[in-house]
């Protein structure tokens, strides 16, 4: 998922070659989501997502991107155990609650009359 102008400064200068780490070596291409999002909880225990990098997606159209969530929210936090590799379609899942609090503050913000100041 692209990086937001705004948080730039929050991610590491080598965050690409982290985030290629994670995504490319650790999870060889494969989406890590083991249910975190939401969706992969029919069966008793893990079960892994089977989306990987570049093919056509499974459960969505087109090809699958796969990206790197931080389990925290927090930027700042690149440890390997606060890092896992997402396709699109789990990230926006497991980003889902977070992205709702945000857009939540930011329309109080609007009806403040912050929404340029902030």
Known sequence: ???????????????????????????AGRCE???E?????TTPGPRRCVE????????????????????????ENVADTNLKAMCQ???LLYDKDHHQANAARTRARR???EEERA
């Not at 999002?37 to 909880?41: D, I, M, P, S, Y």
């Not at 093919?55 to 925290?72: I, N, Y």
Request: aromatic share 6%.
């Open 1 to 27: 998922m692209p990086i937001r102008p705004e948080n730039r400064a929050r991610y590491p200068g080598n965050w690409r070659a982290i985030s290629d780490r994670i995504r490319f070596q650790r999870a």
């Open 33 to 35: 989501c083991e249910g």
């Open 37 to 41: 999002c939401g969706l992969h909880r």
């Open 52 to 75: 990987v990098h570049g093919q056509s997606a499974t459960f969505a159209k087109g090809k699958v991107v796969l990206t790197v969530a931080h389990l925290d929210h927090t930027p």
């Open 89 to 91: 379609r789990c990230h």
């Open 111 to 113: 009806a403040l009359g």
